[in-house]
């Protein structure tokens, strides 16, 4: 039985048998991180090529609590930097958009089918900034390449625009300081709201499997075992 | 007559003269930028080694209008990386201590001088996060290098410790992350706040002087024939 087909009484069962198997100050980081995780909000990158730049918006999102992060790859391969990554993107939900003709179409189509509101950042067009950036409803953040900025179909599928108020001569931010100054901001916003942020009881339960799993020399024997025990009892 | 040994009197009408010199764009612009600088906050780098960071905070800084840096070189030598740096350091006043054999007591003390509370960044200690850092007194955010942090003799004279909370495994932000944050929320609640966080009188004019010269193509030529033009009037 793979651990996605598990159904969620079972999961629990796992999660708590596994629980045993790692230390408890892991066992109460990993209840703490989950905690403070939220799919209300979530990145996408679009064709992000300097690999320091996206690996420190990665670190950015594991640091913040933002689970998913988008990555669509229509004219750069991304790759991770190990050195500024320091491993966050292990605890990250990673989605990849890279085989088809529209990468960025597919993506954008699947968070609106989610329910998100598109926002682009753009360091000319403004709406909001992260201050007042309305987030009633999930929000899914666009950043674009460093020298273009987003496509030209990520600005018109967007429904807002957002962007950090500057007082100098220089007209933009680095990329990877951009998404820190935003995912700071509006995490804070959300955790002082009454915005029902955290994570379902599902995808709690399916994260605290897959790191308690990630945390464990053996998980599947383990959970393998576990699961044979059960059924000879019943 | 050099400009910095001017009479208030007289570099308020240099100003003026210049102001001729430049479209009215660009004397808004700076007028724009003037009105939004600070030196109640500013920033220490001590010994930042790697230059896309140490750009990277120069460019915040700009961007967020805190106008002077003070940049202390023990063990490394500092260099701008004009790609992330943008030409922001055209437009702040770098303060730089590598002559001495004690630079960072050099730049605390002097600081202290000044009035300024020293807060040291660090990911372990904390007093205070950047939401609720006091901000009644002028405030230098120490930022220590990218593996060791602050030396022991920064960390010994801070007034206050500040961390930016954490929700994820990843313990740490990149400098240039982190540096930006601080920047952005200490900013944004000064401009909030009923604190005189503007530029004197004085130290505007200064800086006027200077902006307007260095958009300019010969402005000591042009201030030299005001100033005589002037005296020939009396």
Redesign the interface.
């Known amino acids: 039985m793979s651990t996605t087909q598990m159904d969620s009484q079972t999961r629990k069962q796992v999660i708590n048998y596994l629980g045993d198997f790692v230390t408890p100050s892991r066992l109460q980081?990993i209840q703490q991180?989950l905690s403070?995780?939220t799919r209300h909000l979530t990145v996408v990158l679009e064709d992000i090529y300097q690999p320091?730049n996206a690996s420190?918006v990665l670190?950015?999102c594991?640091?913040?609590?933002v689970q998913d992060v988008h990555i669509i790859e229509n004219r750069y391969d991304y790759e991770i930097n190990p050195e500024?990554d320091?491993?966050?993107s292990k605890?990250l939900s990673l989605h990849r958009y890279r085989d088809g003709e529209f990468n960025i179409g597919a993506c954008l189509n699947h968070l609106k089918q989610e329910g998100y509101q598109l926002v682009a950042t753009s360091p000319h067009e403004h709406d909001f900034n992260p201050?007042g950036l309305p987030l009633d409803k999930p929000v899914a953040i666009l950043f674009g390449t460093e020298q273009e900025g987003l496509s030209a179909q990520a600005l018109q599928a967007a429904d807002f625009f957002m962007r950090?108020p500057?007082?100098?001569?220089?007209e933009?931010?680095?990329i990877?300081?951009s998404a820190?100054?935003c995912l700071?901001?509006l995490?804070?916003r959300l955790k002082k709201s009454n915005i029902p942020w955290q994570l379902s009881e599902e995808q709690y339960d399916e994260l605290h499997l897959e790191w308690l799993s990630a945390s464990i020399k053996t998980p599947e024997l383990l959970i393998k075992r576990f699961l044979e025990t059960r059924q000879a009892k019943h």
């Open positions: 980081k991180v403070q995780r320091h420190a670190r950015s594991e640091c913040f609590g500024v320091m491993g966050a605890w201050v950090i500057m007082a100098g001569f220089t933009s931010f680095n990877s300081v820190a100054i700071f901001e995490t804070n």
